[in-house]
């Protein structure tokens, strides 16, 4: 199975900050990767897929970003309701797996 | 406007078998390219994916789980129906279905989520 490892785990960040998260596969998945936000009590939501398509609807503020094994999630000016824990999962192969989430949490 | 909802009971004890059912609306599980997944999530921890039918009735299983999942659909009710064995307390997570569709050119992301169920394994 390939494993999805994200960094950090958590960060702490502050109204107007460019955040990025970043996310390594154990092998090459080319673009097949997506980036999900989930706030507390929710399902996730779909922010971006292909590595780098912004999914209808999801505020521009939100890019991906690489190719392959090494793929980044940005947001580059957050807002009060983009703290939330974000992940990432491949579609590349089976089983699909997730990253472990990195919690963006208000400074 | 897809839709999808899980039900099931909210409370299983060790070593019995647990019955989700994912009622979905706004699409056929007969449409080429959609499938629906179960994942779940254990509280306070990531998400964990589970299994997936397609709509030619290909299905994929969580390797370490294989052995306990059985994953079935129902078209004409609009129903995917997982069914996982030997519950264990371990197996407490909020468990969700959600669609995959083909967005071409190999892109299969989860789109639609349903609202998930919190399941409990104790005694």
């Known amino acids: 199975a390939i494993q999805l490892t994200q960094s950090p785990s958590s960060l702490s960040a502050s109204v107007g900050d460019r955040v990025t998260i970043t996310c390594r596969a154990s092998?090459?998945?080319?673009?097949?990767l997506a980036w999900y936000q989930q706030k507390p009590g929710k399902a996730p939501n779909l922010l971006i897929y292909d590595g780098t398509s912004l999914q209808s609807g999801v505020p521009p503020r939100f890019s991906g970003s690489g190719s392959g094994t090494d793929f980044a999630l940005t947001v580059s000016s957050l807002q009060p309701e983009d703290f939330a824990t974000y992940y990432c999962q491949q579609f590349n192969s089976y089983p699909r797996t997730f990253g472990q989430g990195t919690k963006v949490e208000i400074k | 406007q897809i839709t999808l909802k899980e039900s099931g009971p909210t409370l299983v004890k060790p070593t019995q078998t647990l019955t989700l059912t994912c009622t979905f609306s706004g699409f056929s599980l007969t449409t080429t390219g959609v499938g629906v997944a179960w994942i779940r999530q254990p509280p306070g921890k990531a998400l964990e994916w589970l299994a997936l039918i397609y709509w030619d009735d290909d299905k994929h299983y969580s390797p370490s789980l294989k052995s306990r999942l059985t994953i079935t659909k129902d078209t004409s009710k609009n129903q995917v129906v997982l069914t996982m064995t030997n519950m264990d307390p371990v197996d407490t997570a909020t468990y969700y279905c959600a669609h995959e569709s083909d967005y071409g050119s190999g892109s299969w992301p989860f789109d639609y989520w349903g609202q998930g169920t919190l399941v409990t394994v104790s005694s």
């Open positions: 092998q090459g998945i080319s673009s097949a």
